[in-house]
């Protein structure tokens, strides 16, 4: 298990390494430099010349990433030439917005996908199942995007039952009572948006599991047995069949964090998403930048937590 | 969404995987009962030209002293006979064919008449007017008419959906069976870079790579999506070109003198093609999905190159998405209708695998 | 003159394991096999599942890598040190399995012509006929041309797999227990039908097999193999009515009688073997479980027993 897990780990650095140079590359292909916001134009040439040697622009380019890798260790992570503020900071006040928004929609995923896939699985075949099912199968082949705009027309503007954009609403002291209700008010619909078209994998892959692992003999033993029905489903089934989606945590974090990115944007809820689109309009590369190496790091530790918490639950997987 | 696609890809495959499991199974069992084919053969060559030796040759009991255990026959991934024999067997996945055949070839045949120029140059004196008798479907902020932006934007949304497969799934294929084939060092080496890609934040990065090309067309535009969409094919493909590969009419191959490259291309890879059409039926509903989203977000194709998100980006205004329905449910639907056609399709498709729940 | 030599090959497989992924131990699948087959003759390897005969046999094929030891054909060294035989036209394999050993997708004309095309270029009328010739050979009709595997039986099929390997004139064919997947009643056919090719085309073959009837209808030399080394070889004519080792002794014992009369008197002399087995067996194998050295009791015959003393 622990060998596993330092193996997976030995896997993982080098996945970060490359994901840094490429991140790298990506930025220099981007234009415009350090130098390009800061300047004016009426700075004479020699002088930005010299600047740019003093921060070693013109350095080749593995000076350049060992430079820029160090300073990213030591938290600088550049300047946003738009805001004109650090990266960091700019970043900041989005995160927690992202982090809200991911966990309500984790939290209605396995909310309302759970119980679905379970009642699916043990009533396969059923009327119920058929209609899970089918909304399953429209949930995979709805773009995300076109959901979130469909319920926004219905519940925001059409029922005006709730906000249509923001993440509070204004003037609100932070941290008062009124603030964490229009908060939470404002995370309605957009979780709602990304869990109902975001369960339906785990819905899909429970109701296989349960069918599955409701033909295996030790289950036929329980009955056999004598063990009650109900028993036999929430003990010896759903604890079998939920292991799998247990380890799909981690990819599942990743998605939601990468996947806000319609959401962000159909919702004006200022989180990261939105964010990327608005530093990718304004050509404030550097910001768009940190945040895709942002989300390639997290993507590589989902995906690492993911393979342990797999790990743990199927023997099978550990590699050799 | 980039990752969601990924994660789901990845219960697809892994749903895809083991339900390959059950379709050995029930194909073993199927062609392991030959008897009725043969039975029927012997009476052919009793009337033909054949020597008595092999009309004795039919098996009349698959259960003596080592006679090969039908469940271990050796299986073959469906042909495509059987996947289109399945299709039409399943009146959804029927209908859903026929419907798509009918918006590809209506919205191939129309923008050929259609003047593109025409219908994306702003009219301003017909600014989001509603469904007339003039503009069928109405017009949009810049008084062009939607219902030859949606002809259009079907037209291109359908192109990249399909040339972004071809070249996804094209490269998945050769990656996956080389990697399964040659297995060893050279599959580890490869699995990894598969891996990686796995964990790109893929949509960021082709945001990006269309922000700074200076110009693109429809293939180099193609060309950045299937970059990153090839790998969940190349997986698929390695995980049953490595069960391929095992059977003995590979070794044979090998031993007639046949090259790597003969076995992989000539032996191997005709053997998955079933698996890799379905592949790319899946994987067309996903593109033209990740298509249209790249373009409502604005990163598609300009406005005077509509695909369907495109007009379903007009709804991001709040007083388009509530007052003037007619600018973007159309789309709104057809991006619906098309992805659930090709994903009735495929899924029957996909049926036709599995001998459990084939139809036909 | 031995068309085949094999000399003290073995085949050996890492077991990876531990944190570094180094090698921990191999498998012994072939450990020390010598062979050699005189030419025009048939050399039976006999053997229980996982004693190393097919891996033998696939060695020579190259389709497996060799770890050590030395191949011989017709005087020539096919082997460098740790790397595959290079495929040749002149040995060719059947295999055991007639489901898996055809393409699915190709029709017989496309089976039979793969060899033909790999080595030589004919025109597509030539092929035609050179197939047809060779379906002729193998008892198949014409009309087998542009059938596909799907559509015989899996004597037909055996026969598919024949005509493929003799399509090139081959001087060896190995036959990897090329009956062993076929009903009882359709295994004697195709044996008798082998024999006649063999006849006709003056081959040599390695005939690899766990069924000892088969093996003694078949094969002037007989090799038993057990764990990856040779226990016992010899002679058909030695080997069943002067078996040495014990493991020979029962194989042999296990064939099934059926002459009625005899009944009594198999039974009672399996019941003796079994209980020698039972009780000797550990003193014929050195203390990893292998096969001692084989030792020559005759000319032909060499057996794998303990050094005595």
Known sequence: MLKFTIRRLLITFPQLVILSILVFFLGSLMPGDALSGLLDPNIPAEAIQAKREELGLDNPWYIQYRDWIFAMFQ????????????????????????????????????????????????????????????YTYLGFATPQFIFGLVILWLFGYNLGWFPTGGSVGPGLEPGSIDYILSKINHLVLPSFAIALIGLVGTVQYLRSGIIETKQKDFIILARAKGVKESSVYNRHIFRNSILPIAAFFGYEIVALLGGSIFIEMIYSYPGMGRLFLDSISTRDFSVANVLILFYGILAILGALLSDIILSIVDPRIRIK | MDNKDNYNKNIDHENEESRLHNEQREERQIQGDPFEAHDKEAHEYEKGDMDMTVKADIPHGASGHGALDSKNLPKSPPGWKVIMKEVIADKLALFSLILFVIITAYVFGLTMFLNRQEIVTVDLFAINEPPNDMFRLGTDYGGRDIFGQLIIGTRNSLAIGMLVTLMSVGFGVVYGVVSGYFAGQIDNAMMRVVDFFMVLPFLMIIIVFVTISPSYDIFSFSFIMAAFLWTGTARLVRSLAMQEKELDYINASKTLGSSHMKVVFTQLIPNLVGIIIVNGTLSLAANIGIESGLSFIGFGFPEDYPSLGTLMAYATNSQTLQHRPWIWVPAAIMILVLMLCVRNIGEAMRRAGDARQRKA | MNLLEIKDLKVHYPIKGGFFNTVKDYVKAVDGVSISIPEGTTYGLVGESGSGKTTTGKAVMGLNHVTAGEIYFDGQKLNEKGRKVNVRDDIQMIFQDPYSSLNPRKRVFDIVAEPIRNYHKKSKNELINEVLGLLNRVGLPPGSLYKYPHEFSGGQRQRIGVARAIALNPKLIIA??????????????????????????????????????????????????????????????EIFSNPQHIYTKRLIAAIPDTDVDEVERNLALRQKVKEEYDQNFDENLDEEGRAFPLQSISKTHRVALPVKG
């Open chain 1, 75 to 134: 938290g600088d992570f550049g300047t946003s030439i738009f805001h004109q503020r650090p990266v960091m900071d700019v970043i900041g006040d989005r995160l927690m917005n992202t982090v809200w928004l991911s966990l309500f929609s984790t939290i209605l995923i396995y909310l309302i996908g759970l119980p679905l896939g379970l009642v699916s699985g043990r009533y396969n075949d059923s009327l119920l199942d058929n209609t899970i099912t089918g």
């Open chain 3, 176 to 237: 990897d227990e090329p009956v062993s997947a076929l009903d009882v009643s359709v295994q004697a056919q195709v044996l008798n039908f082998m024999q006649d090719i063999q006849k006709d085309m003056d081959l040599t073959m390695m005939f690899i097999a766990h069924d000892l009837g088969v093996v003694r209808h078949m094969c002037r030399h007989i090799g038993i193999m057990y764990h990856g080394r040779l226990v016992e070889e010899g002679t058909t004519e």
